[in-house]
C-alpha cells in the first residue's frame, strides 16, 4: 500500500472520487487517528473518527450542550443507541438542531483530515448499506460542507505546489458555472471570477491568469469546483483509487502421512499381453500410418507463417510511459528522489523520440531544486524544448533557473522567448525591469563569457 504523505492529496482525490460518481470508504490512518470518509455517486455521505475529540457526544460537551455526567447518562442508558438520537428523545435538542451540530462537527474532522499527514490510504469500495445503514438517516450537505470546509482549510502551500506538479492537468467547466453554484455563498470576488471561465479546457496557471485572483485563492477555488462537479479534469493523469491488498492465501493443508511397512505391500501383478496387432493395416514401428482418401490431395509445401513483429520497439517505448506515470505518483508521495530515477530510466529507454518531452521536462523541474544539478537541469530543459519547440515551459523553467543565479541577460532572453510561445505562461513579475538594469557582478566576473562560463560560474568552479 502506498504511504502518502502530502496532506494535500486528499483534496485532488476528492475532486477525482466526486468526477469518478465512486462509492465506497476512504480510510485516512493520520498522525492523531483513523478517519474513514464514506462516498455514494461521487458524494460524501459522512465521516467517521476516532481521533481525540471529534465523536459526537464529546463535540457536544465542548459546544455546552452536555456535561460529562450527562453524556456517561446518556451512554450508560443507551443500549447500543446513537448519542444523536438519545439527546432528541431526552428533548436536550430538537432534531434540526442536532442536524445542524451534526453537520458541524462533520465539517471540523473533514477540515483536520487535510490538515494533518495522511500516513496511510485505503480504498474500500462498495455499497454503504452494509457499513452506514443506520447514519444514511442523516443527509449531509455535500455541497456546503465541502465549500466552507474548502475555503477555512490551511493548505495554501500545499495546494500550489500540487498543481505545480500537475502540468498537464486540464479542467472544463459547464456553460452555466455560475448559475450551478447559486446555492452557495459566493462573494462578489469569487463569483465575477467564475464568469471569466471559458468552456474550453484550462490549466491551473492559465486559469489564475483570467479570473485575476491570487495564486493561492485560485488554487483553492480550482479544487472547490473540481470537488463539486463545476470543473471536470479532462487532460492530464485522474488521481487513482488505492485499493486495498488481497488478503493472504490460506496456508496449505498438513497432509498427514501413513507409513507402510513393506511386508504390508501388495505384490506387482505383470499386465496381460496385449492382443494381436489386426491384419490389414499398415504397421511401421511404433505408429499408425492411414493412407488419405483419393479425393483430398495434399500439399506437400507448408503454408507460409507470417513472420512475428519485434516488439522491442514498441516494449520499450511502452516502459518509458509506465515510468513517466511512476515518477508522477512518487512526486504526489513527495518521493523526489524515486521520482528522478523513474524519469531517468524511462529517458534510457525512450529519450529520443517526441513522447520523451514529459519525461525531460519533469527531470529538468525536479533537478532546479538542487543547485549541484543546475548544467544537468539546463541539459534536460534544452532536449525538451527540442523534442516540442512550441512549448513555452522548458524556456520559462531556464529562464527562472537564470533568474535565480542573477544571470539577468540569459533569464530575460528565456522569459522572453517563453512569452512568445505562450503569452499566459508564469514569469517573475520584475524581469521586464531587470531588463535595463546594471549588468550582475557575477556576469562582470572573469569566469569566461558565453553559456558554459555562465554554467561554471553557477556550479561554483568558476577560477579566478
Known amino acids: 500500500m502506498p504511504q502518502v504523505r502530502l496532506r494535500h492529496f486528499l483534496p485532488a482525490l476528492m475532486g477525482s472520487l466526486h468526477q469518478q460518481g465512486a462509492e465506497g470508504e476512504l480510510v485516512l490512518e493520520q498522525n492523531d487517528g483513523i478517519r474513514r470518509l464514506y462516498w455514494a455517486g461521487g458524494d460524501l455521505k459522512y465521516l467517521r473518527s476516532d481521533a481525540v475529540g471529534e465523536q459526537f457526544g464529546n463535540f457536544l460537551i465542548r459546544r455546552g450542550?452536555?456535561?460529562?455526567?450527562?453524556?456517561?447518562e446518556l451512554l450508560a442508558d443507551g443500549e447500543g443507541a446513537r448519542v444523536g438520537d438519545r439527546v432528541?428523545?431526552?428533548?436536550?435538542?430538537?432534531?434540526?438542531?442536532?442536524?445542524?451540530?451534526?453537520?458541524?462537527?462533520?465539517?471540523?474532522?473533514?477540515?483536520?483530515?487535510?490538515?494533518?499527514?495522511?500516513?496511510?490510504?485505503?480504498?474500500?469500495?462498495?455499497?454503504?448499506?452494509?457499513?452506514?445503514?443506520?447514519?444514511?438517516q442523516f443527509r449531509l450537505d455535500h455541497r456546503r460542507l465541502v465549500w466552507d470546509v474548502f475555503q477555512n482549510a490551511q493548505i495554501d502551500r500545499e495546494l500550489?505546489?500540487?498543481f505545480r506538479s500537475e502540468p498537464d492537468w486540464r479542467w472544463q467547466a459547464p456553460p452555466e458555472l455560475l448559475l450551478s453554484l447559486s446555492d452557495l455563498p459566493l462573494n462578489p470576488k469569487l463569483a465575477y471570477a467564475m464568469t471569466l471561465m471559458g468552456t474550453e479546457p484550462l490549466g491551473c496557471d492559465t486559469l489564475t491568469s483570467i479570473m485575476g485572483l491570487d495564486t493561492p485563492d485560485a488554487a483553492k477555488l480550482v479544487a472547490t469546483l473540481w470537488t463539486?462537479?463545476?470543473?471536470?479534469?479532462?487532460?492530464?493523469?485522474?488521481?487513482?483509487?488505492?485499493?486495498?491488498?488481497?488478503?493472504?492465501?490460506?496456508?496449505?493443508?498438513?497432509?498427514?502421512?501413513i507409513q507402510i511397512a513393506p511386508e504390508d505391500l501388495e505384490p506387482l501383478v505383470p499386465p496381460e499381453p496385449l492382443p494381436p496387432f489386426p491384419e490389414g493395416v499398415?504397421?511401421?514401428?511404433?505408429?499408425?500410418?492411414?493412407?488419405?482418401?483419393?479425393?483430398?490431395?495434399?500439399?506437400?509445401?507448408?503454408?507460409?507463417?507470417?513472420?512475428?513483429a519485434d516488439p522491442g520497439e514498441e516494449a520499450a517505448s511502452e516502459r518509458a510511459r509506465r515510468l513517466v506515470i511512476k515518477a508522477k505518483s512518487y512526486l504526489m508521495q513527495e518521493r523526489t528522489?524515486?521520482?528522478?530515477?523513474?524519469?531517468?530510466?524511462?529517458?534510457?529507454?525512450?529519450?529520443?523520440?517526441?513522447?520523451?518531452?514529459?519525461?525531460?521536462?519533469?527531470?529538468g523541474r525536479l533537478r532546479l531544486g538542487n543547485p549541484a544539478w543546475s548544467t544537468r537541469a539546463i541539459e534536460a530543459?534544452?532536449?525538451?524544448?527540442?523534442?516540442?519547440?512550441?512549448?513555452?515551459?522548458?524556456?520559462?523553467?531556464?529562464?527562472?533557473?537564470?533568474?535565480?543565479?542573477?544571470?539577468n541577460a540569459?533569464?530575460?532572453?528565456?522569459?522572453?522567448?517563453?512569452?512568445?510561445?505562450?503569452?499566459?505562461?508564469?514569469?517573475?513579475?520584475?524581469?521586464?525591469?531587470?531588463?535595463?538594469?546594471?549588468?550582475?557582478?557575477?556576469d562582470s566576473q572573469g569566469g569566461g563569457s558565453g553559456f558554459m562560463g555562465r554554467l561554471k560560474s553557477i556550479l561554483g568552479r568558476d577560477k579566478t
Open 65 to 72: 450542550v452536555l456535561d460529562m455526567a450527562a453524556l456517561n
Open 337 to 363: 528522489s524515486e521520482a528522478i530515477r523513474a524519469l531517468e530510466q524511462s529517458i534510457k529507454l525512450d529519450g529520443d523520440s517526441v513522447e520523451s518531452y514529459d519525461a525531460w521536462l519533469m527531470l
Open 381 to 407: 530543459l534544452q532536449v525538451a524544448s527540442r523534442h516540442r519547440p512550441k512549448a513555452a515551459e522548458p524556456w520559462a523553467l531556464m529562464g527562472e533557473l537564470y533568474h535565480r543565479k542573477g544571470f
Open 160 to 162: 500550489v505546489e500540487m
Open 88 to 136: 432528541v428523545q431526552w428533548g436536550l435538542m430538537t432534531v434540526e438542531e442536532r442536524d445542524a451540530r451534526l453537520q458541524e462537527l462533520l465539517g471540523s474532522i473533514l477540515l483536520h483530515a487535510m490538515e494533518h499527514p495522511i500516513l496511510k490510504m485505503t480504498w474500500l469500495p462498495g455499497l454503504l448499506e452494509g457499513s452506514l445503514s443506520g447514519d444514511l
Open 410 to 442: 540569459n533569464a530575460q532572453g528565456c522569459f522572453r522567448r517563453a512569452l512568445e510561445l505562450d503569452p499566459s505562461v508564469a514569469v517573475p513579475s520584475d524581469w521586464a525591469v531587470e531588463e535595463t538594469a546594471e549588468p550582475s557582478p557575477r
Open 282 to 308: 499398415p504397421y511401421h514401428g511404433e505408429s499408425l500410418e492411414l493412407e488419405m482418401p483419393p479425393d483430398l490431395p495434399v500439399d506437400p509445401t507448408p503454408a507460409a507463417v507470417p513472420a512475428l
Open 228 to 257: 463539486l462537479g463545476g470543473l471536470t479534469l479532462t487532460q492530464g493523469e485522474l488521481p487513482l483509487l488505492p485499493k486495498p491488498e488481497p488478503p493472504p492465501e490460506p496456508p496449505a493443508p498438513e497432509l498427514d502421512v
